[in-house]
């Protein structure tokens, strides 16, 4: 298959694309950074499986993203599921304390960007096989998606709760088409999202945090498996590739009174 993944150079977007690639599939991976962009096709080329192509691209730029579409076929040919997972968050601070920049250029990313990159997708993929239509989307969801709320979290809180209404319209806008839309979500997963815009190790937050983060949070390599294996499995529009469901967490929980966890444990003492 071959595979569009936006925000796909570090994190768990590129642990999708390396097990993606090591499955055999093929994957366009997508940054703002060109230099991030190539770094990201170099490793994911040495893996030897499936190919790898890169474009450096911003969506919440309409014209970047069909540059995005438009690479992504001419590398492979056609575009059988697409991953917006580019996503971005703020720093932790009310939103009269937010510089005018920062609220921007989150909101063009997580939904301006999510707009964008859906409205590209769902034309192109409406219009392969001549005309028939053919593929799947993914939209990511994260923190705000259910509907919960946290104080220094409004604009990515917001930006994400919007992921799940247009999500659930897109589904219902492309009923009757061979399209499947759906929600994807990691969890709580050690990315740089987590551990330097959110929760620095040695900032009080963090310590304060770390307990419940190791009860809940997984690494990239546990959750990518996952996500992966769903998004090439799922067949019905609406579906929903989520690793950590509330009875999971509840299960993690009860786990915790008996088996400890330390995920930002130095490298020789990681348990």
């Known amino acids: ?22 499955r055999g599939h093929n994957v366009l991976v997508s940054s703002r950074r060109e230099e991030a962009v190539q770094a990201a096709v170099a490793e994911l080329s040495a893996i030897r499986a499936g190919a790898a192509a890169g474009c450096a ?51 063009g990313t997580n939904l301006l960007g ?13 219009a392969q096989d001549n005309g028939k239509g053919r593929g799947k989307i993914f939209n990511m969801e994260g923190f705000g998606s259910d509907g919960l709320s946290q104080p220094g979290m409004s604009v990515y809180g917001a930006t994400k709760y919007a992921v799940r209404y247009l ?4 589904v219902k806008e ?26 620095a190790p040695g900032s009080a937050e963090f310590d304060q945090r770390r307990r419940f983060l190791n009860i809940l949070a997984d690494r990239v390599e546990t959750v990518a498996p996952f996500l992966v294996q769903g998004a090439l499995a799922a067949e019905k529009s609406g579906a929903a590739v989520r690793w950590m469901t509330p009875p999971q967490a509840v299960g993690r929980l009860v786990k915790s009174l008996f ?13």
């Not at 298959?1 to 090591?22: H, P, Y």
């Open 114 to 126: 999510l707009l964008n990159c859906c409205k590209v997708a769902i034309a192109g993929m409406l």
């Open 57 to 107: 691209a911003d969506v919440a730029n309409p014209a970047d993203v069909r540059r995005l579409w438009a690479q992504a076929v001419s590398a492979f040919g056609s575009v059988d599921i697409w991953i917006n997972n580019a996503g971005m968050t703020n720093r932790r601070a009310s939103l009269q304390a937010l510089p005018d920049e920062q609220i921007a250029t989150v909101v």
């Open 174 to 199: 492309n009923q009757g088409t061979p399209l499947v839309i759906g929600y994807m979500s990691p969890g709580i997963v050690v990315t740089d999202l987590l551990t330097r815009d959110l929760y």
């Open 1 to 22: 298959m071959n595979i569009v993944i936006t925000g796909s150079t570090k994190g768990i977007g590129l642990g999708m694309a390396r097990e993606f690639v090591q």
């Open 259 to 271: 088996v400890k966890r330390d995920l930002f444990a130095s490298p020789g003492t990681q348990s």
């Open 167 to 170: 999500t659930k319209s897109l």
